[in-house]
């Protein structure tokens, strides 16, 4: 598991470039077949740069397009990128790289406005005219009216109407042709970049977040399918329970769904969402997957996640109408957290994989814990810990009690230090039986809390780790190949 975000780059954060293609020839040299990331989305800095609360649920950031191989290509010169500021290795600098790659990618379109429109152009276009038309007018209008959110922009805007936007899209065509080029650069880029996956026999495994951001192109082009009052507010918003992260719950205040009336349009826009993801990814992850059985809704006027209720959601219908379209239900369940027999239940109906987190495993449950590996069932993914999660030393180190930390040591047998910990418990997922195992690249290195990804209920400070040059080893290749092919998963 490593986010495009975590790549290696010299241009302040992980992008399509060479260092990408390099991850690649590693996980081929070290015998690994997925490689998982998190959500595409354009991401944004008043959002702390999650890529769990994007502007769009169908668009891609820019930001991950590569300014190396645009010049590769000659959309921009030779020097253009040597104006720069100097970005430091380790960390994502997303507000010093944003400022730097807007100016590159402005000079990119003029050059290709310039230069013969090649047919990808025209073909990309007209794929994505579903919901690249509407994202597009949605940058373009948010910047006209001072990045304020779109239900606070002027009557004729916010509710759509058609004169207005008609008027609008005659008036900004260049800045809505702009929008479109810097996704055309992305798509362009990944599809090349999986391509060489392909190549290399690796899948790639999307995430898709239940929720959408209440600010966003999709909530603005489809209001009528979110819960949202006269105002362009929702009734209710997104979160869960008091769990294993935070003791009153989190709000994450996304609007939630009106299932009802997506259940009588056949769910057209979740099937147009996952057949989009589809054709970026070979699998995707259902991000709080329990939410299709029943969701936490609370309400808006609440700030926090304390006084909630659990509200039915569409079940099995819904993966009934996924299943007609889409026959293989290439998905992975995150069924982490309150997890009831019904959400059991569906996804044995569908025979769907869930997660088995082993941080989670040496609790008050041991050792009858699911997340043990003698427990696991053959259809499951097992991971180390997930972008939520503190990496395995730092688990270790400032997290695990000492009851935990005895249980883990009658498990393995032994007591390994800090360092040892990561490789042993990584051997303890590759013997088990599930069908998969993941591993973030931090634990793969035996990096401490300060390579964390993400705090749940924290907006500040995450998404920021990145991966150092040179740091995934031929040497690192070489053990974990070793690993896989001694419990038979090359």
Not at 395 to 401: I, L, R, V
Request: overall charge neutral; proline content about 7%; aromatic content about 14%.
């Amino acid at each position: 598991m490593l986010h495009v975000s975590s790549l290696p780059s010299p241009h302040g954060v992980g992008d399509l470039g060479q260092e990408a293609y390099e991850f690649v020839e590693f996980l081929q040299e070290a015998g690994q077949t997925y490689w998982q990331i998190l959500p595409l989305g354009p991401t944004d800095p008043a959002q702390g740069n999650s890529p769990y609360l994007s502007s769009s649920a169908f668009a891609c950031n820019p930001l991950f397009v590569s300014v190396g191989l645009l010049e590769e290509e000659g959309l921009l010169e030779k020097g253009d990128l040597g104006a720069g500021p100097s970005f430091s290795e380790g960390r994502a600098e997303y507000e010093a790289a944003i400022a730097y790659k807007e100016r590159l990618l402005e000079k990119a379109w003029r050059n290709f406005r310039r230069g013969r429109t090649p047919w990808q152009w025209e073909a990309f276009l007209e794929e994505n005219a579903f919901w690249l038309e509407d994202y597009c007018l949605f940058r373009v209008l948010k910047r006209r009216f001072a990045l304020e959110p779109w239900y606070r922009w002027p009557e004729e805007f916010r509710r759509r109407k058609p004169d207005a936007l008609k008027r609008a899209k005659e008036e900004l065509r260049e800045e809505l042709e702009r929008e479109a080029f810097f996704q055309y650069l992305f798509f362009r880029q990944w599809h090349a970049l999986r391509h060489r996956c392909k190549d290399r026999g690796i899948q790639i495994i999307g995430d898709i977040p239940i929720y959408v951001t209440l600010d966003s192109a999709d909530v603005w082009a489809h209001p009528e399918i979110f819960r949202l009052g006269p105002d362009g507010r929702p009734e209710a918003v997104a979160g869960v329970p008091p769990d294993y992260f935070s003791r009153t719950g989190q709000r994450w205040g996304n609007p939630l769904y009106r299932w009802e009336v997506l259940k009588e349009g056949r769910y057209w826009w979740w099937l147009e969402r996952i057949e989009h993801n589809l054709r970026l990814f070979d699998l995707l992850r259902l991000d709080h997957f329990r939410g299709f059985v029943a969701y936490w809704e609370i309400p808006s006027s609440e700030r926090s996640a304390r006084r909630g209720r659990w509200v039915r959601g569409p079940g099995e219908d819904f993966f009934l109408e996924l299943q007609r379209r889409f026959p293989s239900l290439p998905f992975i369940a995150e069924d982490l957290g309150v997890i009831t027999p019904d959400v059991r239940e569906l996804m044995a109906r569908f025979d769907l994989p869930g997660m088995k987190v082993l941080q989670f495993a040496f609790g008050d449950d041991f050792p009858l814990s699911p997340y043990l590996p003698h427990n696991y069932p053959r259809n499951s993914v097992a991971y180390t810990g997930t972008h939520d999660n503190n990496t395995l030393v730092g688990w270790f180190t400032e997290e695990a009690t000492g009851k935990e930390r005895e249980r883990l040591f009658r498990y393995l047998g032994r007591e390994p230090s800090a360092d040892e910990l990561p490789w042993e418990l990584i051997r303890l997922l590759m013997a088990s039986v599930a069908d998969c195992v993941i591993v973030p690249a931090q634990d793969l290195l035996g990096l401490g809390s300060e390579a964390r990804m993400n705090r749940p209920a924290s907006r500040k400070g995450n998404w920021r780790w990145r991966l150092k040059r040179g740091a995934l080893s031929k040497d690192l290749a070489l053990r974990l190949r070793d690993l896989a092919e001694t419990y038979g998963r090359i």
